[in-house]
């Protein structure tokens, strides 16, 4: 009983608020909007500088996968093509058509492709920025939304000279941005963020990840946060820290239920929320059958073994339906009561109603096991040491 009230003490001291009902009314809303909130990103900028590979990376899919944005020589986004992340079912990136034509008129576009819809505009740029980007960004700002510049294909960039004498990345690099900034000259505290969509891990997509974070509202940056391609171990470490801050609310939202009963509520909806809090945790932390067959892909070695360490992960696995959203999982007593079953303490309490240091403990333990798991996959993938 006293670990009981120390625990519940606790999650209201984090709370911020003075007492159980208030604590337990914002741990509901702050779930609710982890779990809900949407965000629209906006990718833009010239015919054939990336926009749909970029696409595909924030959805985290290879372009062969189901839901994928087409990428290619030939391929041309025509129209607005909204793509809904597939763990994320509130968040939509949008792939925009170019802005190539002569009569281009800034506004008449952002008109076109409904720029109300969008929280922000990533401009991407394979060569250097045109006159319609500006005119465009311009338009942009008049309407008081945000962008991004983005220069593509870095990669590309770097092996061309690659082949010359005295070659030196970092001077590449600089020069490059320079020769950005100085036909951006009119946005001055706006930076160019340079990117390649096929190592993520190189240059400068994490900045444009901490660029975003401190730009957007609270809210909204949980939303980024999970849906952020894991690229570094800094990348993973703050998705961590995310989870980490919101368990005394997903302790009260599942638990709180039960401690402030109200009609029609039942455990298989506390556990709901449980389960899906470490849901999320596992797919943000890249966890999942596809994020983690892409990188054993990329450096080239299975890294499946590592999760199956996990009885955490094993158990989210089995219960995910891949080809759904998160969300859309159905949650029912039973499967929560096989994640119960992991801690044998919590598990023998589970059919009686969960007490809230139980919560507290299988949520904390549930999150610090993934948390783990994908630092050891993060390690041996080689991205803690870029
Ligand atoms: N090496 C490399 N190739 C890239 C990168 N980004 C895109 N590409 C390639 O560039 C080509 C064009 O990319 P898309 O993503 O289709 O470009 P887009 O802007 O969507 O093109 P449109 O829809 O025609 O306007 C494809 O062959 C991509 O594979 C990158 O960062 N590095
Ligand atoms: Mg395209």
Not at 147 to 169: A, C, G, H, L, T
Not at 260 to 289: E, H, N, Q, R
Not at 325 to 350: F, H, K, Q, Y
Request: proline letters at 3%.
């Amino acid at each position: 009983m006293a670990t009981e009230c120390c625990a519940v003490l606790e999650a209201v001291s984090a709370s911020g608020e003075s007492t159980l009902v208030r604590a337990t009314a914002k741990a509901t809303k702050t779930i609710g909007q982890l779990l809900n909130v949407s965000l629209n990103i906006a990718v833009t900028g010239k015919t054939g500088s990336g926009k749909s590979s970029f696409v595909n990376v924030i959805l985290g899919l290879s372009e062969n996968d189901n839901g994928a944005a087409p990428s290619g020589v030939t391929e041309t986004t025509t129209e607005p093509n909204m793509y809904v992340h597939p763990t994320m079912p509130n968040v939509n990136i949008w792939d925009l058509p170019g802005i190539g034509s002569p009569n281009f008129k800034a506004n008449k576009y952002l008109k076109d492709v409904k720029f109300k819809t969008y929280d922000f505009f990533i401009i991407l740029n394979s060569e250097r920025f045109t006159e319609n980007d500006i005119m465009l960004a311009k338009e942009i700002r008049k309407q008081k939304k945000g962008f991004y510049f983005v220069r593509s294909k870095i990669d590309i960039d770097i092996s061309s000279e690659q082949r010359k004498d005295m070659f030196n990345e970092q001077e590449v690099l600089s020069t490059l941005r320079e020769y950005c900034q100085s036909h951006l000259s009119e946005f001055k505290d706006t930076k160019v963020f340079l990117i390649s969509s096929v190592y993520l891990e190189k240059y400068d997509f994490e900045i444009l990840q901490n660029t975003l974070l401190d730009d957007l509202p609270d809210h909204k940056r949980a939303a980024l946060l999970q849906t952020w391609p894991v690229c570094s171990a800094a990348c993973l470490e703050k998705k961590i820290e995310l989870f980490k801050a919101l368990t005394w609310a997903a302790s009260l939202a599942s638990a709180g239920i039960a401690m402030v009963p109200m009609p029609g509520t039942s455990v298989a909806c506390d556990a709901a929320i449980a389960f899906l809090f470490l849901s999320k945790c596992y797919y943000a932390f890249g966890l999942d059958d596809r994020s983690l067959k892409r990188l054993s892909e990329k450096v080239n070695m299975s890294l499946l073994e590592y999760r199956a360490k996990s009885k955490f992960a094993n158990a989210i696995q089995n219960k995910a339906l891949t080809t759904l959203p998160v969300c859309a999982v159905v949650v029912t007593l039973t499967t929560i009561e096989d994640l119960l079953s992991l801690l044998p303490v919590v598990g023998s309490v589970c059919a009686a109603g969960l007490s809230f240091a139980s919560t507290q403990f299988f949520l904390t333990e549930g999150l610090k096991e993934l948390a783990n798991t994908a630092r050891e996959i993060i390690k041996v993938a080689g991205l803690d040491t870029i």
